[in-house]
């Protein structure tokens, strides 16, 4: 029987710059807000824009990459599963949020688009690292993974620089 999915798949724009703490172990932990528009018909035709705002979080070696590569505007696409938490307050007031858990990140848009210096952010696809499988565990053949690129037999006389 299936266990259920939680997916999220976001493609927006970052509101603010990453901000990134790491735990006692060493592990980045990168916080952003990203907005995401849509935009529909009012009865007079008129287009309404609405724009969601979403919390998401990166761990480890994609939340170090976050951290080094993404700025506010950047546009990214984000893939992770989504965590409902509360929290009172010291006023006593519970407040409920909502967070998108990111396990893969695209960097989308050109550079100078709000996507910073090193490089920016032209199209780098990062997927956050899992656990190994034990020696003891069996090994299953996977398919290969889609961010692995095609190997093209060129020569630096084929780059046009």
């Known amino acids: 029987m299936a ?13 603010n710059d990453p901000e990134t703490k790491y735990t006692q172990g060493g592990m980045a932990i990168t916080k952003v807000s990203l907005a995401t528009t849509s935009v529909r018909k009012d009865r007079d035709g008129n287009n309404q824009e609405k724009t969601e705002w979403h919390r998401v979080t990166f761990f480890g070696k994609l939340g170090e ?3 080094e590569y993404l700025r506010k505007g950047s ?11 509360e ?3 010291d006023d006593g007031q519970k407040r409920y949020y909502t ?17 910073g210096g090193a490089g920016g ?3 780098g696809s990062y997927e956050r690292s899992r656990p190994q499988r034990s020696e003891s565990a069996p090994r299953q053949q996977s398919a290969p ?3 692995q ?3 093209d037999d060129f020569s630096d006389d084929d780059i046009p620089f």
Do not use: C, F, W
């Open 3 to 15: 266990r259920g999915i939680n997916k999220a798949i976001l493609v927006g724009n970052l509101g």
């Open 75 to 85: 546009q990214v696409y984000v893939e992770g599963r989504i965590t409902y938490s």
């Open 99 to 115: 967070d998108i858990i990111a396990d893969e990140m695209q960097m989308l848009g050109g550079r100078g688009e709000g996507a």
């Open 149 to 151: 690129a095609p190997v």
């Open 65 to 67: 990459i976050a951290a």
């Open 145 to 147: 993974s889609r961010q």
């Open 121 to 123: 952010g032209g199209g």
């Open 87 to 89: 929290h009172t307050g």
